[in-house]
């Protein structure tokens, strides 16, 4: 999506709850995950594993979705009380084969050779670091007011409506209003009542199955 297509978009391209139509923007491979094995040491393999959507390579950007903005911060602040200062020196969080040229030193638990006695200052005459010139992030004129945004004006029911009739099937229709059933069915009345009001707005055979369900849950809690 280019920056004009998403200034006229209806929908707000930034919205953790909206999907890209995939028949204007199909989805672009750019790679895979293999998982080949299961961890030999759950702690040291996945309790210690540190993901920060922060960390990204040349050609990958940031949106200004406001979900992602908040957590190229939180992240790192999360690996920094969970697992430590150094935490990206740990064998599951740094590079396979290869070594990362960085001015990150001390600070508890660092191990290795700390950097020995290389310069941590930039620019520096020792292997400085330089920015590479094709990384240079895009570049776009931003415009509009700030100003408090009431989000009950969005479109937030024509996506919900297309995965209820043409993702689900009948069974898998069931089990999502057998779980919401599960969560609610011990609320007072008219915070089911809004529940049911809520998830009716998708559609109205939604509407029924919840209303059914909630009114068989009553039902079987008071035989």
């Given at each position: 999506?280019?920056?004009?297509?998403?200034?006229?978009?209806?929908?707000?391209?930034?919205?953790?709850?909206?999907?890209?139509?995939?028949?204007?923007?199909?989805?672009?491979?750019?790679?895979?995950?293999?998982?080949?094995?299961?961890?030999?040491?759950?702690?040291?393999?996945?309790e210690q594993?540190?993901?920060?959507?922060?960390?990204?390579?040349?050609?990958?950007?940031?949106?200004?979705?406001?979900?992602?903005?908040?957590?190229?911060?939180?992240?790192?602040?999360?690996?920094?009380?969970?697992?430590?200062?150094?935490?990206?020196?740990?064998?599951?969080?740094?590079?396979?084969?290869?070594?990362?040229?960085?001015?990150?030193?001390?600070?508890a638990m660092?191990?290795?050779?700390?950097?020995?006695?290389?310069?941590?200052?930039?620019?520096?005459?020792?292997?400085?670091?330089?920015?590479?010139?094709?990384?240079?992030?895009?570049?776009?004129?931003?415009?509009?007011?700030?100003?408090?945004?009431?989000?009950?004006?969005?479109?937030?029911?024509?996506?919900?409506?297309?995965?209820?009739?043409?993702?689900?099937?009948?069974?898998?229709?069931?089990?999502?209003?057998?779980?919401?059933?599960?969560?609610?069915?011990?609320?007072?009345?008219?915070?089911?009542?809004?529940?049911?009001?809520?998830?009716?707005?998708?559609?109205?055979?939604?509407?029924?199955?919840?209303?059914?369900?909630?009114?068989?849950?009553?039902?079987?809690?008071?035989?």
């Amino acid at each position: 999506m280019t920056f004009e297509q998403a200034e006229k978009s209806k929908l707000n391209p930034f919205d953790v709850t909206k999907v890209w139509p995939h028949g204007e923007f199909p989805l672009i491979p750019v790679g895979k995950i293999v998982l080949n094995r299961n961890p030999m040491n759950y702690f040291a393999e996945v309790e210690q594993a540190a993901f920060c959507p922060a960390h990204v390579v040349p050609g990958i950007e940031f949106s200004p979705d406001k979900m992602l903005q908040g957590r190229l911060f939180s992240y790192t602040d999360t690996h920094f009380h969970r697992l430590g200062p150094n935490y990206i020196q740990l064998p599951i969080n740094c590079p396979y084969r290869a070594k990362a040229h960085n001015t990150q030193r001390d600070g508890a638990m660092a191990y290795g050779d700390n950097h020995a006695d290389a310069p941590n200052h930039f620019p520096n005459s020792f292997n400085a670091y330089v920015e590479r010139s094709d990384a240079k992030e895009s570049v776009w004129h931003q415009a509009g007011d700030v100003n408090r945004h009431d989000a009950f004006e969005d479109d937030n029911y024509s996506q919900p409506r297309q995965f209820w009739l043409k993702v689900l099937d009948e069974g898998a229709r069931q089990r999502l209003v057998d779980n919401i059933v599960g969560m609610v069915k011990n609320c007072y009345p008219d915070i089911q009542e809004r529940v049911i009001e809520v998830y009716g707005r998708v559609h109205p055979d939604f509407k029924k199955k919840l209303s059914d369900g909630l009114h068989k849950a009553k039902h079987q809690a008071h035989m």
